[in-house]
């Protein structure tokens, strides 16, 4: 069997639509822990657009084939002409992004230079995720308006991120914003979660009960935690908080160690 071209190579790496890569080899886009959900956001808005073809040229002009190790990789130093190509692009015009507890907001700028609506209350942080006033499945319409065609959060679902509330779990904790999540994703849009300790693709039977269907789950850098999963809202489902805490309770009947109190 002959070598592949460079084109093969990107679309034996499809996903669903989306670009997997080794990992610590996303675009540095802000050279933070975000880059891999950048990523897969401006993959995923290529995909929205019917308009794949065009990202996997211009996240080709990065790819170089390695002679020593003979294959293909991405070269980081081509990253800043494809950034260059993607601003120009603005891909993420007319579309509606949202995100969870925000850690700055560098990223939400770029994806904003990018052309996509971020509510003025995700920028603000204002959307508390502890406390009396944390936004949960009873709650959430209250800060939470519309649907959104991509939701992200960067190390939310985690163990000591904050959303542990009462004697719950992480993982219960997290189950309810994912939830949350389903309910805001319009169908046919995408959520993409990254770097948490509750990201897991062993969950997925939960995800399919809201609405979601797990794309792939894969390593995005060294380190604990360190993983992202794009997950794709297949209809207009709706989760309230006791049909949640129904499944959630029966899912833990039948497997206690890995879903926790």
């Known amino acids: ?7 093969e190579w ?8 989306f670009l997997i890569l080794d990992k610590n080899e996303f675009p540095k886009f802000t050279n933070s822990s975000y880059d891999s959900s950048l990523f897969g956001i401006i993959n995923g808005a290529y995909a929205i657009n019917n308009r794949l073809d065009d990202f996997l040229k211009i996240i080709g002009q990065s790819v170089v084939f390695d002679e020593r190790a003979g294959n293909y990789r991405m070269d980081a130093s081509n990253m800043e002409k494809n950034k260059k190509l993607l601003l120009k692009d603005k ?14 907001t560098n990223h939400l700028d770029f994806l ?11 920028k603000k942080n204002q959307i508390p995720i502890s406390g009396e006033k944390a936004i949960n499945l009873k709650n959430w319409s209250s800060s939470i308006n519309g649907r959104y065609d991509i939701t992200f959060s960067n190390e939310l679902m985690d163990e000591n991120s904050g959303i542990k509330y009462g004697n719950h779990s992480a993982v219960y904790s997290a189950f309810e914003l994912y939830s949350m999540f389903a309910n805001i994703t319009r169908k046919s849009g995408f959520s993409i979660h990254s770097n948490g300790s509750a990201i897991s693709s062993l969950y997925e039977t939960y995800f399919q009960f809201i609405g979601f269907k797990v794309i792939e789950y894969f390593r995005n850098s060294d380190g604990s935690f360190r993983f992202t999963m794009i997950m794709e809202k297949l209809n207009d489902k709706q989760t309230s908080f006791d049909e949640f805490l129904y499944i959630y309770t029966e899912l833990k009947k039948r497997w206690p160690t890995r879903y926790g109190n």
């Not at 904003?112 to 995700?122: C, K, S």
């Open 91 to 104: 891909i993420l015009s007319g579309l509606n992004i949202f995100e969870l507890n925000p850690r700055g």
């Open 112 to 122: 904003e230079q990018l052309g996509a609506a971020i509510p003025e209350n995700v």
């Open 1 to 7: 069997m002959g070598q592949l071209s460079k084109e």
């Open 10 to 17: 990107l679309r034996k790496r499809l996903r669903g639509n």
